[in-house]
């Protein structure tokens, strides 16, 4: 990272942007990464690595996660009952596990929403962006 540190905080240069994705996932994603599978599977079921196509495209390329941080990821909200899974066999002959929603996973999906709405207005409301934090909590 190019960024200069000022008093233990890191100011990003413009060059620290894109180039700099990998640092941003590890911090960034760590408490967020159960409701981008999630939402990854909105459209219908899907096996892993499609799963993680999914997160690249929809992201922009700029989420491009690994198959070890997908896998366990995907067998974590299986347990929890928020994803289902069933196999099935490629036109390749091989197997495959295919993930899809729970109505329970559903209603996590839509609870990690609200909040993360509630986290990009707050956020938002600290940078200078137009937000309605302020205005919902000054009633």
Do not use: C
């Amino acid at each position: 990272m190019n960024g200069r540190s000022h008093f233990g905080v890191v100011v990003l240069t413009p060059s620290d942007t894109r180039d700099n994705m990998n640092f941003m996932d590890g911090e960034i994603l760590k408490g967020h990464l159960e409701m981008i599978v999630l939402a990854a599977l909105t459209d219908g079921p899907a096996h892993g690595y499609a799963v993680i196509q999914k997160i690249r495209r929809r992201s922009g390329g700029d989420f491009d996660l690994a198959e070890g941080t997908i896998y366990p990821a995907l067998h974590r909200l299986e347990q929890m009952g928020l994803l289902g899974s069933r196999w099935t066999t490629a036109e390749s002959g091989r197997q495959r596990r295919v993930y899809s929603l729970t109505a329970r996973g559903q209603r996590a999906l839509a609870g990690h929403r609200s909040t993360w709405q509630r986290f990009v207005d707050a956020v938002g409301g600290l940078v200078g962006e137009t937000s309605h934090a302020a205005t919902r909590h000054s009633r």
